[in-house]
Every structure is written in structure tokens, then in C-alpha cells.
């Protein structure tokens, strides 16, 4: 069998909510999603209201986005699930899916980030997670597209163009 049938997508992946919900990534097949890891202090924080615009304006086009709370760079996000998901509402209004609080680096990488960051896995790109909000474009088949770094904007024309792209 080559490697390329053996290729895992992104769609392979059963992740939490943060409610503490199973979330099968499978039953986003067939749409765009922007990955992205979060954090609630954070001087890119301020990039949720990007992100609630993008996905209110792209929901119905199948567009989704996936935000995993992370602690991993300067302990930016210290709160619990709940605390974090209460930031996230009251603040920025987020109604896409929020994750549980996972690690996006280091020796306890979550499984679906280690398939987003080597391209051993994900047969595309190496690219670390190297600060909160970096994103991560995954087509409607499961396969990983691109990498934006953390201060490029969920809003830009490269992001909004790949989403309206048949």
C-alpha cells in the first residue's frame, strides 16, 4: 500500500468541545475550515472579532471555523473551559465551535495538532505552532492547504479568497 493511501486527513480526528462534548471532525466534511489556536490575553486576542465576522459571513457558504484554546506561549490562557468559553461570549460574541483547552506544541502536542504541524502526517507542510492565533486552512476533503502565521488577519484577501474559490 503506498503512503499516500495511508495518508491520515484531518477528518480522521475525534476532538472535545468545550463543553466536554465528543466532536468528530468528520462531520465537516465537505466544508472549508480555519483551525485556529486561541488565547484570551494575548495582544493578538483582539483577532476573535475578526474571526466571529469571517464566520458569520461565511457560515451558510460552508466555511467553518475550529478554535482550540491553548496555554502553551507565555501562559496566555489560564482559565478553565468555562471561564474561557464566558470570555469568549461575552466578549466577542464567538459562535463557531470553541474546543476544550488542549496543547497545540511540546510533548504533549493534542493528536490533531501533531497531524497539523508535521507534514509526516498531514503530507503537506512542516510548520510548529510558533504563537497563539496561527491558522491553519483545511480543504472540504480533510487535506491541509495552508498555514497563516499568527498576526496575518482571519480577514485577509489570500483567507477570503481561498474561501470563495471553487
Known sequence: MNAKNTQKTFHDFVVTDIDGNRFDLKSLKGNKVMV???ASNCGLTPQYEQL???YKKYKETGF???AFPANNFKEQEPGTNKQIKE???ANYGVSFPLMEK???AGEDQAPVYKWLTHKSENGKIDQDVIWNFQKFLIDEN???VDVLLPKESPVS???TEWITAD
Open 87 to 89: 470570555f469568549c461570549t
Open 157 to 159: 484577501k489570500k483567507v
Open 142 to 144: 480533510g487535506n491541509l
Open 52 to 54: 466571529q465576522e469571517l
Open 102 to 104: 488542549i496543547s497545540v
Open 36 to 38: 485556529v489556536n486561541v
Open 64 to 66: 467553518v471555523i475550529i
